[in-house]
C-alpha cells in the first residue's frame, strides 16, 4: 500500500511512480535470438500455407499407395498430420487477437493515465486557487478587525 500522505503535487507522484510500460515491447525486446528464430518457424508453420503444403504432401503418397495398408496409415497418421498444422494455425490466430487485446489495454492505460495527471493538474491549480482565495479572505478579516 502506498502512503500518499507525503505526496502533495502531480510531480511528486509521478516521480514516485514508474510510467506505464508495453508487455509486447517488453517481451519482444527480452527475447533472444534463438526465441526469435524459434518464433520465426512457429510463425511460419502455423500459417494455412504449410497446411495446405501438409496436406498435399500426405495426399500425395495414398493416392499412388492406394493398398489395405494403407487405410490404417489413413485412420492414424493422416489425421494426426494434417490436424497438427491446423491446430498451430488456431493457436497463432488466437495469439495475434490477444497481443491485439494487449495492445489495446495498453493504450487505455496510457489514455487514463494522461486523462488522470489533467484532473490532477486541474486539482493542483483548484488547490492553489483556494489557497490564494482563503488568504486574501484571512487579510479581509484581519483589516476588518484593526477597524
Known amino acids: 500500500m502506498v502512503n500518499m500522505d507525503r505526496i502533495t503535487t502531480l510531480e511528486q507522484l509521478k516521480e514516485r511512480f514508474s510510467p506505464i510500460k508495453n508487455p509486447n515491447e517488453t517481451h519482444r525486446n527480452r527475447l533472444s535470438a ?6 520465426a518457424i512457429t510463425n511460419k508453420v502455423g500459417t494455412m500455407g504449410f497446411f495446405f503444403a501438409c496436406v498435399i504432401l500426405v495426399t500425395i503418397p495414398l493416392i499412388f499407395n492406394s493398398t489395405l495398408s494403407t487405410v490404417q496409415y489413413i485412420s492414424s497418421g493422416y489425421l494426426q ?6 491446430i498451430l494455425v488456431g493457436q497463432n490466430l ?4 490477444a497481443e491485439i487485446r494487449a ?3 495498453f493504450e487505455t492505460n496510457v489514455k487514463a493515465e494522461k486523462e488522470i495527471e489533467t ?9 492553489e486557487m483556494m489557497l490564494d482565495i ?3 479572505i484571512e487579510k479581509l478579516e484581519q483589516s476588518q478587525h484593526k477597524k
Open 34 to 39: 534463438l526465441d526469435k528464430f524459434a518464433l
Open 81 to 86: 498430420l494434417i490436424l497438427l498444422p491446423l
Open 94 to 97: 488466437q495469439g495475434r487477437h
Open 103 to 105: 495492445e489495446h489495454d
Open 119 to 127: 484532473i490532477l493538474l486541474h486539482l493542483e491549480k483548484q488547490d
Open 134 to 136: 482563503l488568504k486574501r
